[in-house]
């Protein structure tokens, strides 16, 4: 049974630093894609990050380019989510998700995405 489980959310002052972690059970990351997702309040769910196994090929939407980065550590079976200078609008629940083939995260076909976690609250506040 496939299962992610997000954490490292909490409350950040806006042009603060943040990680999150999503652990992997149930599958090897490797031979997944991985994609992390934010919902703010009264907004549909986004896709804003994945990375490609093997080869570990970071995407982004351009909001969070140059400022959030995505890593994996396949002998630890968990993705993480640097988020550096963040701001109130990048408050939200984040997620991740996985895809069984890479070509959705390199065309951004988020909505492929599939075995959600619970999701960890991001709240960017002075």
């Known amino acids: 049974q496939v299962q992610l489980v997000e954490s490292g959310g909490g409350l950040v002052q806006p042009g603060g630093s943040q990680r999150l972690s999503c652990a992997a059970s149930?599958?090897?990351?490797?031979?997944?894609?991985i994609g992390w997702f934010r919902q703010a309040p009264g907004k549909e769910r986004e896709g804003i990050a994945c990375?490609?196994?093997?080869?570990?090929?970071?995407y982004y939407i351009d909001s969070v380019t140059g400022r959030f980065t995505i890593s994996s550590d396949n002998a630890k079976n968990t993705v993480y989510l640097q988020m550096n200078s963040l701001r109130p609008e990048d408050t939200a629940v984040y997620y991740c998700?996985?895809?069984?083939?890479?070509?959705?995260?390199?065309?951004?076909?988020?909505?492929?995405?599939?075995?959600w976690g619970q999701g960890t609250q991001v709240t960017v506040s002075s």
């Open positions: 990375i490609t196994h093997p080869d570990g090929t970071p």
């Open positions: 998700a996985v895809d069984p083939w890479w070509g959705n995260c390199v065309l951004g076909r988020f909505y492929e995405f599939k075995s």
């Open positions: 149930g599958l090897t990351l490797t031979e997944y894609a």
